[in-house]
């Protein structure tokens, strides 16, 4: 089991930027995709970012050219970072890493407590 701890969230004005990281422990690590969900009360919670182990990434539509994910294997860390933030970025915003066989089930995987990121004037 893969434990993961968030941080960098926080509360930004629209147009700003934050860098989200997450620690993992565990030393499947390198192996595992490593993703960014996000979720708003009342709502389900949504894939924002993904990155496999080789460097491939996958964006939600909605953030395409705004935010980027990256990993350092060396740290057992994975970013994100988000640039030109909308009212509309704001959630909760969780970890994930996940072996690669249950690549197309959204809930498998280890997940981090969440990090609240508020986009607000």
């Known amino acids: 089991q893969v434990q993961l701890v968030e941080s960098g969230g926080g509360l930004v004005q629209p147009g700003g930027s934050l860098r989200l990281s997450c620690a993992a422990s565990g030393s499947i690590f390198s192996s595992n995709i490593m993703g960014w969900y996000r979720q708003v009360p009342g709502k389900q919670r949504e894939l924002v970012a993904e990155i496999f182990s080789g460097g491939k990434t996958n964006y939600a539509d909605s953030v395409k050219g705004r935010f980027a994910i990256s990993r350092d294997n060396a740290k057992n860390t994975v970013y994100l970072q988000m640039n030109s933030l909308k009212p509309e970025d704001t959630a909760v915003y969780y970890c994930?890493?996940?072996?690669?066989?249950?690549?197309?089930?959204?809930?498998?995987?280890?997940w981090g407590q969440g990090t609240q990121v508020t986009v607000s004037p």
């Open positions: 994930n890493s996940k072996n690669p066989l249950h690549l197309f089930d959204p809930q498998a995987g280890s």
